[in-house]
């Protein structure tokens, strides 16, 4: 059976037309294979592998910031979709009790509303990388 491949979801023709990955950037090219046979130099060979590994780390930085650029409103969506979510189901959410509005009465000396889901104290997230020669090193946190 016959599909097209940019309306499949898992090919790489998919995810360039979609925008979900880089399509023109130069350390692309770099990585088609090249048929041309080429006389065993070693400071050729050297050259090469130098320069395979700054084409690496610039396609890595490249792609981050690729990837970064394109999950950049995310947050603000999701943080939307729970508040409508929260809107639309608010019957759902536990009412506030006649004891603690009278306490909070007392104590402004007025009738306030006062959210009844408080945020929880979180912990900061602490990311730890192991080291090769054994230990732990913390890392910073995005």
């Given at each position: 059976?016959?599909?097209?491949?940019?309306?499949?979801?898992?090919?790489?023709a998919?995810?360039?037309?979609?925008?979900?990955?880089?399509?023109?950037?130069?350390?692309?090219?770099?990585?088609?294979?090249?048929?041309?046979?080429?006389?065993?130099?070693?400071?050729?060979?050297?050259?090469?592998?130098?320069?395979?590994?700054?084409?690496?780390?610039?396609?890595?930085?490249?792609?981050?910031?690729?990837?970064?650029?394109?999950?950049?409103?995310?947050?603000?969506?999701?943080?939307?979709?729970d508040?409508?979510?929260?809107?639309?189901?608010?019957?759902?959410?536990?009412?506030?009790?006649?004891?603690?509005?009278?306490?909070?009465?007392?104590?402004?000396?007025?009738?306030?509303?006062?959210?009844?889901?408080?945020?929880?104290?979180?912990?900061?997230?602490?990311?730890?990388?192991?080291?090769?020669?054994?230990?732990?090193?913390?890392?910073?946190?995005?």
């Open positions: 059976m016959k599909r097209n491949p940019r309306k499949l979801k898992w090919t790489k998919f995810r360039k037309s979609a925008g979900k990955e880089m399509i023109v950037d130069t350390t692309l090219t770099f990585a088609a294979r090249r048929n041309i046979p080429v006389r065993y130099n070693r400071d050729h060979i050297e050259t090469t592998l130098k320069a395979m590994e700054r084409v690496s780390e610039i396609r890595a930085k490249r792609e981050r910031a690729f990837y970064i650029k394109r999950m950049a409103g995310n947050k603000e969506r999701q943080r939307e979709a508040r409508k979510l929260v809107a639309e189901n608010e019957h759902l959410l536990p009412r506030q009790r006649a004891s603690e509005r009278m306490a909070l009465e007392d104590m402004n000396g007025e009738t306030a509303t006062v959210p009844v889901l408080e945020e929880k104290n979180r912990k900061q997230k602490l990311k730890q990388r192991l080291l090769v020669g054994g230990g732990v090193e913390e890392m910073d946190v995005d």
